[in-house]
């Protein structure tokens, strides 16, 4: 939404009234305002189609009462938090802390300044499709367990729909890959002073010009679903000399289609439906050649791709190996001023990021093979553009039985795939669109953590070269090895 506008809160309750509670994220979470008292109305969620004990549809709006907020014009751009307080209990329920961002009765949206680019020339897209698809819709004391990967809903296309998953957008639920990936990020940012203006994937999808006013746009965390508008928006930006940082993993893995007027979206997924894989090969996933896959490899946008990545696979979201990257052309303008070696002056190769769980829990990775001197170099066998350069590395261990380690690969590769053999890592790189802008990929879903909470001197560093460079159009990977 646009500062100035008003802001439709979908609300159920069966308190008598509430208000809410509007905060800001910035270098520290900002109360902003508390509007109410609005009367509470109580409305039951819609049961799941299949019948699942206790489990509520995730393929329908809700159709929760609409309340209308007016949000001034003067506020400024940014991410922000809305707290729903009983009336009765508003008295004994203090403010948020930055600490308190996660949690349930509370949800976010995005405000954009009235002339976009004149805050900053920054644009940080929030990954709202991944948040929707993950969103089981519970509320504090009950499970509703409705989501892409609990009890989804498949539809066999028809009616305006086609064949896959289905998915409203206009569910409840609780926020918390807010909490994870973008507050301390956003915190970090506004530390350092770094001009930003934000939006979600629906502005990305429904706006070709979107991205005219912006010389850097940034992924963050885990962003895993893009519909084919957003693809082309961000490769015409490239095109036209922007940058991109995808300081994020398993990033552009499914396609989605937009839906009952936008609030809703189908992917054709392998996620499966009271156990069993209602069609296979699922369609949407971006790498695999038609008609099982869409066929255009989000290595070509991103250089890297989760096929040849992994995860860990502990608990959510867990400890992890702590090596790091294994640096490689630390000449290269991203390492400058880190101090780090790749090993080409007889010293040792260094790791940044080591000692944090910088990898994971998700990553990509580019396909790669080592020349004669042990430099890691992509092959482009996956669609990575040629001028990809690998500038860090973390090998991963195959899946197996020891849990302690990252395994590469997801299911859908090695079946459809079955004779690949080569190695997987976690893969941080650089490339530059011919003619036009310049792509930095971090390959791990924790970057954003990492650089935020600031745990790694060398990761920061890093960061703040990428955005320093890349806020500039035509100031890109000039200076390579």
């Known amino acids: 939404m646009t500062a100035g506008e008003a802001l439709a809160l979908h609300v159920s309750t069966d308190a008598a009234a509430f208000r809410v509670r509007l905060y800001r994220l910035g270098r520290e979470l900002e109360f902003m305002a508390e509007p109410g008292p609005y ?66 009765a509370r949800e976010f949206f995005v ?38 990967y609990d009890n989804p809903v498949y539809g066999t296309g028809g009616d305006g729909y ?44 429904r ?31 490239l095109r036209a000399g922007g940058n991109v940082a995808f300081l994020s993993a398993n990033t552009c893995w499914w396609r989605v289609h937009l839906t009952d007027d936008d609030t809703g979206f189908v992917s054709d997924t392998d996620h499966h439906v009271d156990g069993v894989f209602p069609h296979l090969p699922s369609t949407d996933l971006w790498w695999a050649a038609p008609p099982d896959g869409v066929g255009t490899p989000e290595n070509t946008l991103t250089g890297v791709s989760f096929r040849n990545g992994g995860m860990w696979p502990g608990e959510w979201p867990g400890d992890r190996p702590r090596a790091g990257y294994r640096v490689q052309h630390s000449g290269h303008w991203v390492f400058e001023g880190t101090g780090l070696r790749d090993g080409s002056d007889g010293g040792p190769v260094d790791r940044l990021g080591a000692g944090t769980p910088l990898i994971g829990y998700e990553c990509d990775g580019a396909a790669f093979a080592y020349d004669e001197r042990g430099v890691a170099r992509a092959t482009g066998a996956d669609g990575t553009p040629g001028s990809f350069l690998i500038l860090g590395l973390y ?74 460079r890349l806020s500039r159009r035509g100031a890109g990977d000039t200076a390579r090895p």
């Not at 698809?133 to 504090?140: L, S």
């Not at 890959?177 to 001009?195: K, M, V």
């Not at 020891?402 to 997801?410: A, E, F, L, Q, S």
């Open 39 to 104: 009367p509470g109305v109580r409305k039951e969620p819609p049961p799941h189609p299949d019948g699942p004990a206790g489990a509520a549809s995730p393929a329908v709006d809700w159709g929760f009462p609409e309340y209308l907020i007016e949000v001034p014009g003067d506020w400024p751009p940014g991410i922000y938090l809305a707290q729903l307080v009983e009336e009765e209990r508003r008295e004994a329920v203090p403010r948020l802390g930055d600490g308190d961002i996660e949690g349930f």
């Open 207 to 237: 706006d070709p010009e979107l991205l005219a006013p912006y010389d850097l746009l940034l992924s963050v965390g885990h962003d895993e679903y893009w519909s084919p508008a957003m693809r082309e928006h961000t490769a015409a930006h």
């Open 111 to 148: 405000v954009r300044p009235r002339r976009p680019g004149s805050h900053g020339r920054i644009l940080y897209k929030k990954s709202t499709f991944t948040r929707h698809a993950y969103n089981r819709a519970d509320r504090e004391d009950v499970r509703r367990d409705g989501s892409l």
């Open 162 to 205: 086609p064949r896959g998953h289905r998915l409203s957008m206009r569910r409840p639920g609780g926020v918390i890959d807010l909490a994870w990936w973008d507050a301390p990020f956003i915190a970090w940012l506004e530390r350092c002073g770094y001009a930003v203006e934000y939006c979600t994937d629906l502005d990305l999808h």
């Open 395 to 468: 090998e991963l261990e195959p899946v197996n039985e020891d849990v302690t380690t990252m395994k590469w690969g997801h299911w859908n590769c090695p079946v459809r795939e079955p004779e690949r053999t080569g190695p997987r890592a976690a893969t941080m790189g650089v490339h530059t669109v011919d003619g036009g802008g310049t792509v930095f990929t971090a390959g791990t879903t924790d970057w954003p953590v990492v650089c935020g909470r600031e745990e790694d001197p060398g990761v920061v560093r890093v960061t703040r070269n990428v955005l320093d």
